[in-house]
């Protein structure tokens, strides 16, 4: 049986030194400009035998959701111990997984917390989520309304118009990153984002993804109550099989003010689930 002991480290402050509540050895603050602040032993070698990715700004929220005492919590049990996430007053751990899991590393934390559920960061793979309920296409969607292609005799490829609903920047982050240039259209009056002749040779996959994802957010913003639940089928495009593997709950967080809680999930990528509001995961989790 895994058992939670107190929380023996303060957060991470520049300059900071502390010992280890596992090993008793030397603890030193990393307080950088980009990374989210950590603790780091001072050699190389790590107590916990786990490996543990990277803290980004998207696992910093989420914890900041809970108090202190609830974050960074040591688990003791057969004999070892690992750091949990998240673990709720009533006992529960909340792994939050941001990038790629083996089915080794699933195991392991799945055997050795027991009672436990993950948060998914869809951030990656989001584009690849198609709800039954909440379809959309996306070619007729953005063909029609926000990108236009260029006769062949002109200077440009495609332009692209910015949605004005685009709350969470998907594709004016995708045309900056495919490197378009933005341009004011004197008869339409706008401005919009061009590519030159010969950039592509069809649009760029990371702005038809960026599409993908700022098309769900609108169907999930515009028509659900965040009181309540929606059950509906779903198909994870490119799926990664790896989540096939886990037996304890999983929520994908879609950065939307919405979670996808998987129920059932097969290998083809095809499943069952419920979306719900994170306040509403909040409201349960967080009591």
Known sequence: MSVAISNQIPKAFPTGRVKCPICNSLLIAKCGDFNVWHWAHERKSECDAWKYEPKTEWHKKWQNYFIEDQTEVYIYGNNEYHRADIVTKKGLI??????????????????????????????????????????FDTGSEIWFRWVYQYPSNS??????????????????????ECEFTQVFDDERGIYHWVSKRGNYFGLPIEILNAFASYLLDRKLICNLDESKIYKTNFRWLHLRKTWTCATMPMFIDLNNGFLFYIKVLHENGNGFGLIVSKQYFLKKYRV
């Open 155 to 176: 200077d440009f490829d495609f332009s692209i118009v910015i949605p004005d609903d685009d709350d969470f920047d998907h594709v004016i982050n995708s045309v900056k």
């Open 94 to 135: 909340i792994e939050i997984q941001n990038s790629p899991i083996s089915p080794e590393d699933i195991d392991l934390r799945e055997s050795f917390y027991g009672d436990m559920i993950w948060i998914i960061n869809s951030k990656e793979f989001k584009h690849n989520l198609r709800f039954k309920n909440y379809a």
